[in-house]
């Protein structure tokens, strides 16, 4: 690590970009291994490892979209957000679905309360945004 970058905090680091390696294995064969099949893609180790964790869990990943989006129509419009409805159905889902998780006795706590609320909220954005 330069000098400069050593009172940084680890979030400034990532900003700036000063993160050069990913440790992959602790066995060097497979890092070497990964590490050439990055470079001959033309691709970091970072981007590929955050592609297969986004691939695995099945998160959707657009990092630095190639034109932006076009809203010139009303029907465009109309199609985002009713795209944007559909996800925020899903969040609301996994929200409720947490919340109900939490067990009985936690159920009176502030974590409790922010997933109702957040719940809650979720709801009136996606009635307020479906009969847009």
Do not use: W
């Amino acid at each position: 690590m330069s000098e400069g970058t050593k009172a940084l905090q680890p979030n400034q680091l990532i900003e700036q970009g000063c993160y050069k390696q990913v440790k992959v294995s602790v066995d060097p064969a497979i890092a070497v291994a990964f590490k050439d099949a990055c470079a001959a893609v033309d691709a970091s180790m970072a981007a590929v490892l955050s592609q297969y964790m986004a691939d695995y869990s099945g998160i959707k990943v657009e990092r630095y979209p190639s034109s932006s989006p076009d809203y010139t129509t009303r029907k465009k419009r109309r199609r985002a957000i009713h795209r944007m409805v559909k996800q925020l159905i899903q969040i609301k889902a996994y929200e409720e679905e947490y919340r109900d998780r939490i067990p009985e006795n936690l159920q009176g706590s502030s974590l409790y309360d922010q997933a109702d609320e957040l719940t809650a909220l979720l709801e009136e954005v996606i009635d307020s945004l479906a009969t847009v």
